[in-house]
């Protein structure tokens, strides 16, 4: 599998209908109609079923990935001779800065990146369904904190950067075009405006890391580490409410400084990563046709 997997480098066209109808609506379908069997089956309560939905979610890419394996495999079969590793390095490099480094750096990065990108959202409401998904967390600790801790970042970085952005290099295109298309995908997934846009920006930095690194692993813990604090902060603290923000938790007073401290940190960082991992080719390069895969 890994070998079809390895050049497997579908078309934008063919990567929006992986997220948009086979994960978004197809898997939604899936999903619905699985958690719908099993709550009539057992006769589970409205409160349970929102733990048992929330358990449920990896069956969203029950369409994606089987469809992903039988392209890369007919296209390897039908034309084995075209194709090639993707031209631009794919083992991972972290440059002059030591791994472990690289992962506490990172650690550091999203909680101040968060808070940076905060702004942007705090002005569209949480919607109701989200706070019902986020209010279950705690009912059913364990469940929950595999599908958001541990399934979740690995099964959408595995798409996003692992497939999304990896095809868009293979195929010629600036990293910046790529990495934005990928983000925007991350963002259009999650199909709803308070999480799109925070989603979109969170999938700049994670394109940008995986660009630069090659490590699917670094995206991989970010996302893990992003979703692990939400869960962390609905476990430790029930009794916030699931909307609250930076601004609420420190008081007007404090908020700026607060707020520009997290923009600053988030800045080093990102130019500390920047100048110190492995030497990258422009953002903005021109795509190159004879890069593109067949």
Sequence with gaps: MRKYLHAYAPSLGELWLLVMVLFCIGGG????????????????????????????????????????????????????????????????????????????????????????????????????????????????????????????????EWLLRGVVLKALLHRGYAPAAAICWSALMFGVMHMNPWQTIPAFLMGLLFGWIYWRTRSLWTTIFMHAVNNGMAFLLSIFFPELPEDISTLDLVGSGRYPWVLGGAILASMLIIWLLHTQLSPATSLFKKRDPSLVAV
Excluded at 68 to 82: G, K, S
Aim: proline content about 11%; glycine content about 4%.
């Design 29 to 156: 379908i899936v999903t619905t109609v699985t958690g719908m069997t099993i709550q009539y089956l057992f006769r589970l309560d409205p409160e349970s079923s929102k733990s048992l939905f929330v358990g449920l979610y990896p069956l969203g890419f029950s369409l994606v990935i089987p469809f992903i394996y039988l392209r890369a495999r007919e296209q390897y079969q039908q034309n084995p001779h075209l194709w090639k590793p993707v031209p631009d390095p794919c083992a991972p490099s972290f440059g002059k800065l030591p791994v472990l480094l690289v992962f506490f750096l990172l650690l550091l990065l999203v909680p101040f990146f968060n808070t940076s990108m905060e702004p942007f959202s705090m002005w569209i409401p949480m919607p109701e369904f989200i706070k019902d998904i986020f209010a279950s967390l705690t009912q059913n600790g364990w469940v929950s904190f595999v599908t958001v801790v541990v399934m979740a970042p690995l099964l959408e």
